[in-house]
């Protein structure tokens, strides 16, 4: 006989309890609209809004040896670099020999470069806001990793390493300078202020170019513990088959033009690798630790980008051992997934348990919420060997709730109702396989 509660409940370990610690609050503190001018006149003379920059210029032949320098951290037995190019720092797209290339042909017919921005992590330790792309193309070009192709004025260098180029060439190269702003330490008094700071610089560097996705952005900005748990558990082979994304090495990566990740009619769609571009992947894992919350949260999903934002800020904090519960919980949870809904977890199912439409985050999120407390509990291998029973009862949910589950149903209160309708239907599925173990 199946042992199992006489009755179960929706209430019944409903509420998933925060770990200790990981509670936060998603208020945060705006100055008044309606200030006088005294007031604002004050504001200003403090700097409380005022980036803090200064000038630079670095050679070209010393860049190879500007961005391998080490320097000593705090622990004295570890070094790091002084200027961090940090192949996840930034976005997801990547420049072609021909593009590094052109930005060397640019120099070499000293055509004006734009600044790239810098910021200081810490004092004169460096990262880069701006401009990563040209400095790893002069990086790489300096230490002999590409031959220059798809010259437009100069194609008698193509196939041509830095090494091999012709003596005066090179030499006229070398005199050339690549400027650079940074935004110093003394913006603000507070590391949030700072981070803060830092955020506004970063958007309205790119607000020209290409437009930024909340991930991307947070990626570049609020990088710390929790951002990088986010990273590393994003590339969890099962996720990634969950959601259909292109499973590319960083290496890889590299080599690739910036519209890489062509569309596999096979293997991929079109939105997974829209959202993989995007780091969406990334997104994803953050929004499942900060959706755990949801009842802190001061409006609904329609602001969750807001709601991001301020979890990883203060995220960021959390300890060690919280973060390893994270992790944990994270790797219990997609794999208990894949033992009971197969590769299509975040799909609607039908009455027969079969996926329809498209994956997507108002499937995502109670899936994610619910299956976390089943993930480590005692009913977890229960409902690992009735998985037929369980699907069936998700895709009965799903049809008796289409308005829920359907549209754009942001509000708070529609996103925990879909939490107690999927808690219910796990629920739904003991009761059946007690009774039929009597």
């Given at each position: 006989?199946?042992?199992?509660p006489d009755?179960?409940t929706v209430e ?7 770990l200790?610690?990981e509670?936060i609050?998603f208020?945060?503190?705006?100055p008044?609209a309606?200030a ?5 006149n004050?504001?200003?003379a403090?700097?409380?809004v005022?980036?803090v920059?200064?000038?630079a210029r670095y ?10 320098e080490k320097i000593a951290t705090?622990?004295k037995?570890?070094?790091?670099y002084r ?10 797209h990547?420049?072609?020999i021909d593009r590094?290339s ?6 070499l ?6 600044p790239?921005?810098l ?6 330790r460096?990262?880069?806001?701006d401009g990563r ?9 300096y230490?002999?990793q ?8 100069w194609?008698?260098?193509n196939?041509?390493l830095y090494k ?5 060439i090179?030499?006229g190269?070398d005199r050339?300078y690549?400027s650079a702003?940074i ?8 590391k949030e202020?700072a ?5 506004i ?13 909340g991930?991307e952005t947070?990626n570049?900005?609020?990088d710390?513990?929790l951002?990088q748990?986010?990273?590393d558990?994003?590339?969890?082979e099962t996720f990634?088959k ?8 960083p290496e890889?990566e590299?080599?690739e033009?910036?519209n890489n ?7 991929k ?5 829209k959202?993989?571009?995007?780091m969406g992947?990334?997104?994803?894992v953050?929004?499942f630790?900060a959706?755990?919350q949801?009842?802190s949260f001061?409006s609904?999903?329609?602001?969750m980008?807001?709601m991001l ?9 959390f300890p060690?051992?919280?973060l390893?519960?994270y ?8 794999s208990?997934l894949?033992?009971t809904l197969?590769?299509?977890?975040y799909?609607?199912l039908d009455?027969?348990?079969?996926p ?5 985050k ?5 899936v ?12 977890r291998?229960l409902l690992i060997e ?5 699907l069936k009862?998700l895709?009965?949910m799903?049809?008796?709730?289409d308005?829920i589950?359907?549209g754009?149903?942001t ?6 109702k879909r939490n107690e309708?999927?808690k ?6 003991i009761?059946?396989?007690a009774?039929?173990g009597q």
């Amino acid at each position: 006989m199946v042992e199992t509660p006489d009755k179960l409940t929706v209430e019944d370990d409903y509420e998933n309890p925060l770990l200790p610690g990981e509670k936060i609050s998603f208020h945060s503190e705006t100055p008044p609209a309606n200030a006088s001018d005294e007031e604002l006149n004050r504001r200003y003379a403090k700097g409380e809004v005022r980036i803090v920059t200064e000038s630079a210029r670095y050679s070209l032949a010393g860049i190879l040896s500007m961005l391998k320098e080490k320097i000593a951290t705090n622990d004295k037995s570890e070094t790091e670099y002084r200027y961090r190019l940090d192949p996840e720092y930034q976005r997801r797209h990547r420049w072609s020999i021909d593009r590094k290339s052109r930005l060397i042909e640019s120099f070499l017919m000293n055509v004006p470069v734009p600044p790239i921005f810098l910021y200081e992590r810490e004092l004169a330790r460096y990262e880069v806001m701006d401009g990563r792309q040209r400095l790893t193309a002069l990086k790489e070009f300096y230490d002999n990793q590409y031959k220059l192709e798809g010259l437009q004025y100069w194609p008698e260098l193509n196939g041509r390493l830095y090494k091999n180029l012709p003596d005066k060439i090179r030499d006229g190269i070398d005199r050339r300078y690549i400027s650079a702003i940074i935004l110093l330490q003394e913006t603000a008094p507070t590391k949030e202020q700072a981070t803060k700071l830092k955020k506004i610089v970063f958007e309205r560097l790119n607000s020209g170019g290409v437009k930024l996705e909340g991930q991307e952005t947070r990626n570049a900005v609020y990088d710390g513990p929790l951002n990088q748990l986010c990273v590393d558990l994003s590339k969890n082979e099962t996720f990634r088959k969950f959601w259909n994304f292109p499973d590319i090495s960083p290496e890889e990566e590299d080599k690739e033009d910036e519209n890489n990740y062509e569309e596999d009619p096979h293997t991929k769609d079109s939105k997974s690798l829209k959202w993989f571009k995007q780091m969406g992947d990334v997104e994803l894992v953050l929004r499942f630790f900060a959706y755990r919350q949801l009842d802190s949260f001061p409006s609904g999903l329609n602001k969750m980008a807001e709601m991001l934002d301020r979890f990883i800020v203060e995220g960021n904090k959390f300890p060690e051992e919280l973060l390893t519960n994270y992790r944990q919980m994270f790797l219990q949870t997609i794999s208990f997934l894949s033992e009971t809904l197969g590769e299509s977890p975040y799909y609607r199912l039908d009455s027969s348990g079969n996926p329809q439409q498209q994956r997507n985050k108002i499937i995502y999120d109670p899936v994610m919420y619910v299956a976390s407390q089943y993930a480590q509990s005692e009913q977890r291998n229960l409902l690992i060997e009735n998985k037929d029973e369980l699907l069936k009862q998700l895709g009965k949910m799903y049809k008796d709730n289409d308005n829920i589950f359907g549209g754009r149903k942001t509000n708070k209160s529609d996103a925990k109702k879909r939490n107690e309708l999927m808690k219910q239907a796990f629920v739904d599925t003991i009761e059946l396989i007690a009774k039929k173990g009597q």
